[in-house]
């Protein structure tokens, strides 16, 4: 991997604090991608499918 001049680590930094939330979103979103796809069993998937016919629902009537 290619080291990072200081000012694009600065740079990094600086965007990082600034978009906090959308760092948290990103991160969940990929936990939940590689959990689905490496680790689920049978029983998560079908739990898994029920908690996202939910947030549909919601978000359907929100």
């Known amino acids: ?3 990072l001049s200081e000012a694009k680590k600065r740079a990094n930094k600086k965007w990082n604090e600034k978009n906090r939330a ?8 990929s936990d939940s991608k590689n959990f689905i ?3 689920a069993t049978e ?4 739990k ?3 908690y996202v016919n939910q947030r549909k629902k919601y978000l359907k009537n929100s």
């Open 1 to 3: 991997m290619a080291k």
């Open 43 to 46: 029983e998560d998937l079908e």
């Open 22 to 29: 959308r760092m948290t979103y990103i991160r969940r979103r």
């Open 48 to 50: 898994t499918l029920e």
């Open 37 to 39: 796809l490496k680790f």
